[in-house]
């Protein structure tokens, strides 16, 4: 992902997080990756695919904004159309923007506002009240559980107790609250 690719390992390991955040059932069976979309070189953070044989073959896409960028939409939708396009077998599609807050959403967002309004559009903004509490209140488990054992400088091995979910919420929160002081959000 460009914005952070420990959002990439937590979606990638733990699909079902994704789905819990944004209040759908867990979806089994798709898988999360970073796709390269053949047109002007354009990076979706990430999609999560359906598997082949799924009734609901929804696509979901995930931009995780943790940088100011008026045009954000810009490049999410263009990125979005084109994948369709170029994908045609999807015919369903959501795509979900997390910032950390806000106020890193742009003003204007011109043309989007439709989309953006629309339930295919889904922004999740961390610093609010209840969203960490929310998504993780099915999954209490104790930090003290989870322990992260280096084993050398290019590999990393992570041992869960209880709930791997906890290493989620724990980088989740961690990640948020160092970006938050250092972009000053």
Same mark, same amino acid.
């Given at each position: ?10 979606? +990638? ?13 867990? @979806? ?6 970073s =796709?390269?979309?053949k047109?002007?070189?354009? @990076?979706?953070? *990430? ?12 696509? %979901? ?12 939409? +810009? @490049?999410? %939708? ?19 923007? =997390? ?10 967002? *011109? ?7 629309s ?10 009240? *209840?969203? *960490?509490?929310?998504? %993780?209140?099915? +999954? @209490? ?26 290493? %989620?919420?724990l980088?989740?929160?961690?990640? +948020? ?9």
């Amino acid at each position: 992902m460009k914005t952070d690719s420990l959002f990439y390992r937590i979606f +990638h390991d733990v699909p079902a997080l994704f789905f819990e955040l944004i209040g759908q059932p867990s @979806r089994q069976g798709y898988k999360f990756k970073s =796709i390269e979309v053949k047109q002007t070189a354009f @990076r979706i953070d *990430g999609v999560f695919l359906p598997p082949e044989d799924a009734p609901d073959s929804t696509v %979901f896409f995930v931009e995780v904004q943790f940088q100011d960028d008026e045009l954000i939409y +810009h @490049r999410l %939708f263009a990125e979005l159309f084109v994948f369709l396009q170029q994908n045609p077998q999807y015919t369903n599609w959501q795509a979900v923007v =997390i910032f950390p807050s806000k106020s890193l959403e742009p003003e204007d967002v *011109g043309v989007y506002s439709l989309l953006l309004e629309s339930d295919q559009v889904q922004r999740f903004y961390l610093n609010e009240q *209840g969203t *960490g509490a929310t998504v %993780f209140s099915s +999954h @209490r488990t104790n930090a003290a559980d989870c322990r992260i054992q280096e084993t050398n400088p290019s590999q990393s091995q992570t041992t869960v107790g209880t709930s791997r979910t906890a290493i %989620f919420a724990l980088s989740l929160f961690n990640h +948020h609250r160092i970006a938050r002081d250092y972009n000053g959000v």
